[in-house]
């Protein structure tokens, strides 16, 4: 028993082997089954010579014309049709990962760009019912972490650090700006200085977010120190915290536009702002992208293309 295990593993039974077995089943001859598979009849008795050798048992007895199953041949074939089946669905769903219009797509995108890439996500599967595409919102540490341990296949967040290895492409601009809430005093001014909303506290977003970040920045470029209130996790929370009268907010014009829309919110016409940031397209550097993924990314690049021409446009 223990020399038939080591020969088992040193001499592999082989898919062909298995493929000639049921074709022998279903055709009754020899002849046949190599017409069948496209061999010849000596190449089929050779491999069959070589199974019947590898596992040391008898597969086949002749009836009459007809070549038949022994009962250990029977059991052997069970299996054959079952790793057969198995390595054809392989095949299947090998084809179907290459054809750009059915697989699966994994997305990341940062927070404040969620109403942006979800309505362009929409767009996409109007035209591409067969792709589904799953969407992780997080923020733009998270983004990084991800992107280092290559598991989404395409990443849209603001711009990419140089530091590490990745492919980014420039989408559209991502418009900062100052929010208040209907009643705020600084509501109706035209021109709000910079010095002044420095005096007031903000509703900030968590240590980690882009968006955070950038605002960060520019106040330190306007030697000013930056003062909040409150800290949260969502542009929601933000967003209900200013209109709560909890403080000011500085967020991306892409996740107001139903509180504008529905006056609860007005954005504050500040010295220095919107500040311009960009959303980018990014995918790890050496990562392979399946066809669906490129379609995806085609996609989104092209749709952007549209809207920056839209919003340069609306900016002259
Ligand atoms: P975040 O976003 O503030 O939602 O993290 C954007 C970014 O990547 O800059």
Redesign the pocket.
């Known amino acids: 028993m223990y020399k038939y295990r080591l020969y088992l593993l040193v001499m592999n039974i082989t898919l062909r082997q298995l493929q000639i077995v049921d074709a022998i089943v279903h055709t009754g001859s020899y002849s046949l089954a190599a017409e069948h598979l496209h061999m010849t009849q000596p190449a089929i008795s050779m491999q069959m010579k070589q199974l019947e050798h590898i596992t040391g048992l008898k597969l086949f007895e002749r009836h009459g014309k007809r070549i038949v199953l022994t009962s250990a041949g029977e059991d052997i074939h069970k299996f054959s049709c079952q790793i057969i089946a198995r390595y054809n669905d392989m095949q299947e769903t090998i084809l179907s990962i290459k054809d750009s219009q059915s697989g699966r797509i994994k997305v990341s995108a940062?927070?404040?760009?969620n109403h942006l890439i979800t309505q362009m996500i929409a767009d996409f599967s109007k035209i591409h019912s067969g792709i589904s595409v799953a969407l992780d919102i997080t923020?733009?540490?998270q983004?990084l972490q991800q992107l280092i341990a290559f598991e989404p296949d395409i990443v849209i967040?603001?711009?990419p650090p140089p530091r590490l290895e990745l492919v980014s492409e420039q989408l559209i601009p991502?418009p900062l700006v100052v929010i208040a809430h209907a009643e705020h005093e600084l509501v109706d001014e035209p021109d709000v200085q910079f010095a002044t909303i420095a005096e007031h506290e903000f509703v900030v977003?968590e240590v980690?977010?882009?968006?955070?970040?950038?605002i960060e920045r520019f106040f330190i470029e306007q030697d000013a120190v930056f003062k909040s209130t409150l800290e949260m996790g969502s542009?929601e929370a933000i967003k209900n915290a200013v209109i709560a009268g909890l403080g000011l907010g500085i967020v991306?014009l892409h996740s107001i536009k139903l509180e504008l829309e529905a006056n609860k919110l007005h954005i504050l016409n500040v010295e220095g702002f919107p500040i311009i940031?960009h959303w980018h397209i990014v995918r790890s550097k050496g990562k392979y992208l399946l066809p669906a993924a490129r379609e995806f990314m085609d996609f989104i690049i092209h749709e952007a293309r549209i809207y920056a021409k839209d919003y340069n446009r609306f900016q002259k």
Do not use: H, K, V
């Open positions: 940062a927070t404040t760009a923020n733009r540490e983004l967040m603001g711009e991502n977003r980690g977010s882009g968006t955070r970040a950038a542009n991306s940031r």
